[in-house]
């Protein structure tokens, strides 16, 4: 099975709440939160506040913090309290090993993201440090852009490896190219627009999730 996160990136911000509860109704498995600084992607999103608010008000929901930033491992500890899954990149400035030990040493899940240009045999050392690697299929930084269908060998290439932690993707997934994603090895999708202007949101999301 399948598990649906969907990004609030793609959400009508004016309406965050209204948004998340929508989707929680719809039976999603986790919300996936970017946080971008600005310098390690060209755009700013989301910070604590928004994240603590989440948690606050949706409790049992498992938040899954995507952090865009270069320097991730002055912000873990603020973070981790409201994160089921805190995520950082293989490019960023600080100790990628280091970063992933406190993010586990904070009771989350530790996640490896990739930028397209990252082979998963340059982080092979780390994979054992992780719960789960997140494979980005487009540019962090921007919604909207197509999938790239050459990140399917990459996800293949992960569990060819033996990886045997939580494999994501973020970027352009649709329902329509979910199965093969599926088939690569994807556990975890993160979607946005094709979750948010959904004319059959649970239904969507149901058959995404028994895809197998």
């Not at 930033?69 to 960023?92: C, D, G, K, W």
């Not at 400035?93 to 406190?102: A, H, P, S």
């Not at 569990?159 to 090895?185: C, F, H, P, Q, W």
Request: with cysteine; glycine share 8%.
């Amino acid at each position: 099975m399948i598990k649906i996160a969907p990004s609030i990136l793609a959400a009508d911000q004016m309406h965050i709440a209204r948004e998340i509860q929508r989707v929680m109704d719809a039976g999603i498995d986790l919300l996936h939160v970017d946080v971008m600084d600005g310098h390690f992607v060209p755009n700013l999103s989301f910070g604590p506040g928004i994240v603590r608010e989440i948690h606050a008000a949706f409790p049992t929901l498992k938040l899954d913090v995507h952090l865009m930033l270069e320097n991730p491992m002055r912000y873990i500890q603020v973070f981790a309290p409201s994160s089921h899954i805190i995520t950082v990149h293989a490019e960023i400035k600080d100790d990628v090993g280091t970063v992933l030990d406190i993010i586990r040493h904070e009771g989350c899940k530790a996640g490896l993201s990739l930028k397209p240009g990252t082979s998963i045999e340059e982080v092979e050392g780390l994979l054992d440090r992780t719960d789960l690697v997140l494979v980005m299929t487009v540019e962090p930084g921007f919604g909207g852009q197509p999938f790239r269908w050459d990140m399917l060998r990459k996800i293949r290439r992960i569990r060819e490896m033996g990886y045997k932690g939580l494999v994501e993707a973020d970027g352009g997934i649709t329902k329509d190219n979910l199965s093969i994603l599926r088939e690569a090895g994807l556990d975890i999708a993160v979607m946005g627009t094709a979750i948010y202007k959904s004319d059959d949101l649970a239904g969507d999301i149901r058959k995404m999730q028994a895809m197998t």
